[in-house]
Nanobody, 119 residues
Framework: QVQLVESGGGLVQPGGSLRLSCAASGLTIRRYVMNWYRQGPGKERELVAGITSTGDSTNYADSVKGRFAISRDNALNTVYLQMNSVKPEDTAVYYC????????????WGQGTQVTVSS
């Protein structure tokens, strides 16, 4: 059974930092492109950041470029999202997503972790 379990969310003040983790089980993430999505209140789910299976390429939403960093540790089967200089508009539920690099129908989601940016 495939599971993606996010952790590290919580309440953070504007300008602060947070690191999200996504621990995978039931699959080997080195075969997967890994993504972080988010869904804010009253908003559609959007792609925040993605990283290739080898980690040699990343992409970011314009709204988080220069502030967030995605990384992966294939040995630990875990993906991270370092969030710096957070803003109130970063408030959302953050979801981990895995898409097989060759079989795109193998597509898995975590349950999400809440991030609230507020003073």
């Amino acid at each position: 059974q495939v599971q993606l379990v996010e952790s590290g969310g919580g309440l953070v003040q504007p300008g602060g930092s947070l690191r999200l983790s996504c621990a995978a089980s039931g699959l080997t993430i080195r075969r997967y492109v890994m993504n972080w999505y988010r869904q804010g209140p009253g908003k559609e789910r959007e792609l925040v950041a993605g990283i290739t299976s080898t980690g040699d390429s990343t992409n970011y939403a314009d709204s988080v470029k220069g502030r967030f960093a995605i990384s992966r540790d294939n040995a630990l089967n875990t993906v991270y999202l370092q969030m710096n200089s957070v803003k109130p508009e970063d408030t959302a539920v953050y979801y981990c997503n895995a898409v097989h690099k060759q079989i795109v129908t193998l597509n898995y989601w975590g349950q999400g972790t809440q991030v609230t940016v507020s003073s």
